[in-house]
């Protein structure tokens, strides 16, 4: 049985993931955000990218069978199974320093672009850009004169999605530290999470 990994509150994890191979993200309490990034093993410019996947799904909300594919317009990761409620969001940038400075904090708060610097050096890497992440269990709903609200994750306590890689990759997660606006449920509080990678 494979071992499940901490992503701390308000942290990040990265893993190697080798093509074919799944990763199982557990939303373990429930209502938690988690950024989610990919890069090729072997190129860390090429990255898993939003923008690039919305052309090739021609939509916005990735559901099970879908392939996001990169700034190079290849498959990189499918989703192979979700019983969380299938709300992700693809449209917000990562938060930062920047993004709580505008929220009124004053000094440091952890954020989800830190994050995945600091996850990602535990491998001795560091990404040439943060990348647009693929934002699990984000609950962004666009309305229909095209504005975007901010509502509480919707994916039940021990839900997951199940990812498979189609190439050898790099794989980052940010247990997002957003306690301001409650997207990690009403109470703001954010928690750990789990992943396990399965073999092909």
């Known amino acids: 049985m494979a071992t499940l990994t901490a992503v701390p509150a308000r942290k990040g994890k990265a893993a190697?993931?080798?093509?074919?191979e799944r990763l199982r993200l557990?939303?373990?309490h429930g209502q938690q955000v988690v950024d989610t990034w990919a890069f090729n093993r072997d190129d860390l410019g090429e990255f898993l990218s939003?923008?690039?996947s919305h052309a090739h799904l021609s939509k916005i909300l990735p559901t099970t069978g879908d392939t996001l594919v990169s700034n190079r317009r290849r498959p990189m990761l499918t989703f192979i199974e979700d019983n969380s409620g299938g709300i992700h969001d693809t449209l917000i940038a990562a938060c930062d320093r920047?993004?709580?400075e505008q929220l009124g904090v004053a000094g440091h708060h952890d954020n989800c672009a830190d994050n995945l610097r600091a996850a990602l050096a535990e491998f001795g890497?560091?990404?040439p850009v943060i990348p647009a992440p693929l934002n699990m269990f984000m609950n962004i709903p666009v309305g229909r004169n095209g504005a975007v609200s901010w509502e509480?994750?919707?994916a039940p306590v021990g839900s997951h999605v199940v990812?498979?890689?189609?190439m050898d990759l790099v794989i980052a997660f940010s247990a997002c530290p957003q306690d301001i606006v409650p997207i990690n449920g009403a109470d703001c509080v954010p928690r750990d999470v789990h992943f396990e990678i399965i073999p092909a």
């Open 152 to 154: 509480p994750a919707i």
């Open 16 to 20: 190697y993931l080798a093509a074919g």
């Open 125 to 127: 890497l560091d990404p």
């Open 98 to 100: 920047w993004r709580y």
């Open 26 to 28: 557990v939303n373990t």
């Open 163 to 166: 990812l498979r890689a189609e």
């Open 50 to 52: 939003m923008a690039h």
